[in-house]
């Protein structure tokens, strides 16, 4: 992806979202962010970033398809978060994803990079308390799969706050359960592999990424060249 | 679709499912019902179907592939039903769905009937109290519709229990809102919309149907013309 292009960030208020703003910003990309709370995309803006209201739970699809025009890319960082019932998990997290990637389809964007979930390959492998939420993010995952759209899906584990390493070791599709250690990675170690998918010629391309020995760059580097 | 084949039921012990069951047994088809009580299965060896024991919330999908393996078709009647939480919507009306789909390819079964719901189409334009449950159908219709399978999706408006009128109407992919009237359908008919489904020789389309002025024969005929 060349630099300068312009990529809609849904979840930019978010622990992930926040600082895949700054990565792309840094990278010389714009970067639309549709916000839900206009103070928490205020921001945002004085960052540098064009923030457009927008609600992905809202009947009318006006606001997103308007966000959706022109953009060469999507990233999808939105998350109903753990406060939330199940009602929001497929409010947002499944079908928010499903019309954002049928906005992304309709405007005629090239690609579309998925924050996802370690596991959600396999939702009824993880503990009960994780199962739905993970049926959400997987089959999020396969309409995106389905879209037409030139795709990568990313899959950390735990998130922490961590700062970034720039250091990560991933698996297509999963890493092996004895190979996952702690099982964990920072927000902002995901962000910046959020940023490389983006920037990465490649769709098609599904992976697990953890905290490890690799740097970003690379890693990602390896996940395109053997994509479709 | 020929007489006498074999087709695996899913939800058979539900209220669609199990007019369902006599209706392919009628018609002189083979039936399998994967099951997860078996005093609820009972009635339905009694009847005439092969009855498997299975749960689609089970981690191990061995009884399900099982299950499976040398059907021509499967159709979908499961649900988790009004008196269970979000949770089960996750894991059964998406979840369980997307990996009876996904055990059909595995198989190499010819042809996939769902049981959707009317709205399925727009979640958001139904009430707050549907939406998150049409959502999940919405996916799990999406997933059906990406695999690869031939395939109808069914979808009826208010269920009632009715005796069967033969007498139906039908819009692809949608029945206009100023012509639902009051938009309800008995199970018996939409058993033998699904059954004449499963029989006819379609792939791609999906529809509602409520209460109407057409034998199914008719309208299911109809809408297999103008497939793919």
Chains 1, 2 share one sequence.
Do not use: N
Request: proline residues 5%; negative net charge; contains cysteine.
């Amino acid at each position: 992806m060349d630099p300068h292009v312009l990529v809609l960030v849904h979840g930019a208020t978010g622990g992930t979202g926040r600082l895949l703003v700054d990565r792309l910003l840094a990278d010389g990309h714009q970067v639309r962010a549709f916000v839900r709370d206009p103070d928490k995309g205020a921001p945002l803006a004085k960052r540098g970033a064009e923030v457009v209201p927008g609600d992905l739970t809202d009947p009318d699809a006006t606001a997103l398809t308007d966000a959706t025009r022109g953009v060469d890319a999507v990233a999808f960082c939105a998350g109903s978060g753990a406060s939330t019932g199940k009602d929001m998990t497929l409010l947002v997290d499944l079908h928010g994803a499903v019309r954002t990637i049928d906005a992304a389809v309709e405007a005629g964007a090239d690609r579309y990079v998925m924050l996802s979930s370690m596991a959600a390959d396999d939702p009824l492998g993880s503990s009960e308390a994780m199962a739905p939420y993970l049926a959400a993010k997987h089959a999020a995952d396969r309409v995106l799969a389905a879209s037409g759209l030139r795709w990568m899906v990313v899959r950390p584990g735990a998130l922490t706050d961590d700062p970034p390493t720039d250091q990560v070791r991933t698996g297509t599709p999963r890493i092996a359960r004895a190979e996952r250690g702690d099982r964990s990675i920072s927000r902002a170690d995901v962000a910046a592999v959020m940023a490389a998918s983006l920037e990465a010629d490649a769709t098609g391309v599904t992976f697990e990424v953890l905290s490890g020995d690799r740097p970003v760059a690379e890693a990602v580097a390896d996940l395109a060249a053997g994509s479709a």
